[in-house]
């Protein structure tokens, strides 16, 4: 029996699709719910699995392509394939042979997902020395983290076979824009052509929140499972200011300011695609475990590709970190049609002046980046202030004072 492998219905925002990655090809056995291919949208990357265990007997559009909701990429046969039984039996001997014997089978990175070819790239591994538990002898993500764990120190793979090549000369490189980073752009040139933006900065002893997480640390890993981190107080005092200054959490509509009496918080998160930032809902009833938990899941969604539509969709104000990545100090695009976002920012050691004397202390600046249509100068001001005050007295955020 034949059956269509259609493109899953598209979110009422997007409007096409493109062929990401293809893992099988035409003639390939496949089992039921093996992913088949990623369908990459400007928001997310779709998997497309196998209603059942057959064949892929067509492949109608290939890697690169546009797609639109429900259109027929692929023919797929259903039952066994010729030949399955001894395919079945060679994928169970190929999961008790040595590396070498499972590479000479066939496990090539054509036939990675791309979660377990980035694991491998970021790590420099050698596909074929990863036994794979998989169907068909298949490399997953656990199989991966296994083998590293098991040889922490593996040399890198080197190629001494292949001849140095000399570069006689300059050359380029052009790769296509992804559909994602096409939309970053666009909603980047839409913030800065579309509102009054402005930043104030301010800066932040963060020495009482470090004195604090050094002392709950392991208590708090040991009761909730999860590293207490700064982005938890960061969420905590934002919520906090933005319910003494609701103009921040206020977007323009038409000609209409549109007040939220929620709290929806983005955060931005860094993935291989891009940066997205996902939304963190009724951050104001979540308590601080609960806040690291969130985050931590949606990191791990991101960085996997798994975020759906909806955990992106909406947010009042964005958090983005880029002291993550050493930032000293930056200007923040809004994320429309949200009216601010504060961007948080390297912690340094800094000499500092305290009641006459000069201190060495750990200090980080804050950058708040406001539409000033809605946003008024001495409201931005003051909420940037009121985090400060906020991060700087930790406890005023467990007394709501």
């Known amino acids: 029996m034949s059956i269509e492998i259609k493109v899953p219905v598209l979110p009422e925002s997007v409007a096409d699709a493109s062929i990401a990655t293809w893992h099988v090809q035409p003639g390939d056995s496949v089992s039921r719910d093996q992913v088949l291919v990623d369908i990459e949208t400007d928001k997310v990357v779709l998997e497309v699995p196998a209603p059942e265990d057959g064949v892929i007997s067509e492949i109608k559009h290939e890697e690169g392509d546009t797609v639109l909701g429900e259109q027929v990429i692929a023919l797929f046969k259903a039952g066994a394939a010729p030949g399955a039984e001894v395919s079945k039996q060679e994928a169970e001997a190929k999961a008790d042979a040595p590396a070498d014997v499972a590479a000479e089978a066939g496990e090539g990175n054509d036939a990675l997902s791309p979660s377990v070819r980035r694991l491998i790239a970021e790590h420099n591994l050698d596909a074929a020395a990863i036994t794979g538990t998989g169907v068909g002898g298949r490399i997953s993500k656990e199989d991966v983290e296994a083998f590293l764990k098991s040889k922490p120190a593996a040399a890198p793979v080197v190629q001494a076979e292949a001849p140095a090549v000399e570069l006689s000369g300059r050359t380029d490189k052009r790769v296509p824009m992804t559909r994602l980073r096409k939309r970053i752009a666009e909603r980047l040139l839409e913030a800065k052509n579309s509102t009054a933006m402005l930043t104030t900065f301010n800066e932040v002893n963060m020495q009482p929140i470090m004195v604090l997480r050094k002392q709950y640390q392991d208590i708090f890993e040991k009761r909730h499972g999860i590293r207490l981190g700064f982005m938890s107080f960061y ?27 929620y709290f929806d918080i983005s955060i931005a998160v860094s993935t291989p695609r891009g940066l997205v930032t996902p939304v963190l809902r009724d951050a104001d009833k979540l308590s601080v475990a609960e806040i690291e938990k969130g985050i931590k899941e949606l990191a791990i969604k991101g960085r996997d590709g798994k975020l759906t539509v909806e955990e992106l969709t909406g947010g009042n104000f964005t958090i983005t970190n880029g002291g993550v990545f050493g930032s000293l100090m930056s200007t923040p695009i809004i994320n429309p049609p949200q009216s601010a976002i504060l961007g948080m920012h390297a912690i340094k050691d800094r000499p500092m002046a305290v009641d006459g004397k000069v201190e060495i202390l750990p200090m980080m600046y804050l950058a708040l980046s406001y539409d000033h249509r809605v946003i008024d100068g001495k409201e931005s001001v003051g909420f940037l202030v009121t985090i400060k005050e906020l991060l700087e007295d930790p406890t005023r955020l467990l007394l709501d004072i």
């Open 235 to 261: 969420v905590k005092a934002v919520v906090e200011a933005l319910k003494r200054y609701p103009q921040v959490n206020a977007s323009l509509d038409g000609d209409d300011m549109v007040y939220h009496n």
